[in-house]
């Protein structure tokens, strides 16, 4: 997270707030929510949920914006476009695939990765590789920063025919061999799963920090849109790979407020904010810092949350 977004969560001083700081990478804090999750006995005593795009009640919502976005760009039901998705936990694009299998005409669903590109390699290569934390990047689009994208399993599930054992064999892989370098956790060109992917019209693409200080800048001179890192991305990307013929949707993802130094970078220039985050990285602020050990976590819940 940059220094606004911590802020914007460790400054919160309710007493029924526990801002945890995890010493990893997103990938080591999400398993240990799954794992939490998982337990259903210490789920249901705690009342623990989630709102990131584990849960599928986020997803549900986010295909909402595919609809809106839809209907903002054409003038009849019979237009196809294009959206362009800047994707690390491959959640957002899942509502848009989702949408698509509803009947939303969406000629492309174009994912765009920075430099953690697992999602990237699949869609071009058919192999997917997913990383420990010591291979993934910290890079200046930081919400992407992920090498296990959790909803990345809800399309693979469409694509195999919703057999759920197939699922299960692929992950079993998965489990066991993230974070070996250059070893593949399954691979499906050759397969007729491969040969199933076209149909669900997606594309992919990668963006790096030169691209996004190049997009934004020029995204500012000729529209005067001051646009956030992620975004960017996903106008590289979107711009690169769809089709002349569809209208291009880019779902912008953050303010540029949360990513100043990238943003002066870009354009020698502070964002602007809103007035009510002025100075909040002055704010006291209040966190726990706690290494990726599960057992750690449930014990802190336990302590710090009543039943």
Not at 151 to 156: G, H, I, L
Not at 237 to 243: A, K, N, S, W, Y
Request: proline share 5%; with cysteine; charged share 20%.
């Amino acid at each position: 997270m940059s220094p606004f977004q911590r802020a914007q969560m460790y400054s919160l001083q309710d007493p029924n707030i526990h801002n945890i700081a995890i010493n990893g990478m997103f990938d080591d804090a999400q398993d240990m929510v799954k794992d939490v999750s998982n337990n259903h006995t210490f789920k249901a005593a705690h009342k623990i949920g989630t709102v990131n795009s584990i849960n599928w009640a986020r997803v549900c919502a986010q295909v909402v914006y595919y609809f809106k976005g839809y209907f903002a760009a054409t003038q009849s039901n019979d237009e196809q476009v294009a959206f362009s998705v800047p994707s690390g936990n491959f959640g957002n694009i899942c509502a848009g695939h989702i949408a698509r299998m509803m009947g939303l005409p969406i000629g492309q669903l174009i994912l765009a990765t920075n430099e953690n590109d697992v999602l990237d390699e699949f869609f071009r290569t058919g192999v997917y590789c997913p990383r420990g934390s010591g291979n993934t990047y910290e890079t200046s689009s930081p919400s992407m920063d992920i090498s296990k994208a959790s909803n990345f399993e809800r399309f693979v599930f469409d694509l195999v025919g919703r057999d759920a054992a197939k699922v299960r064999e692929f992950w079993s892989r998965v489990d066991i061999r993230r974070g070996l370098a250059n070893v593949a956790a399954f691979e499906l060109k050759g397969t007729t799963y491969w040969d199933e992917l076209p149909k669900f019209h997606f594309a992919s693409g990668k963006s790096t920090h030169p691209d996004r200080l190049k997009t934004i800048r020029e995204i500012w001179e000729e529209y005067g849109v001051m646009i956030d890192p992620h975004t960017a991305d996903g106008l590289k990307v979107g711009l690169e790979q769809r089709r002349p013929s569809l209208p291009l949707i880019c779902l912008e993802t953050a303010l540029p407020a949360k990513f100043a130094e990238t943003i002066h970078e870009a354009l020698g220039r502070e964002p602007e904010r809103p007035a009510s985050m002025v100075g909040i990285e002055e704010l006291p602020q209040r966190y726990v810092e706690m290494e990726a050990n599960v057992a750690k976590l449930k014990a802190y819940i336990s302590a710090n949350i009543p039943q």
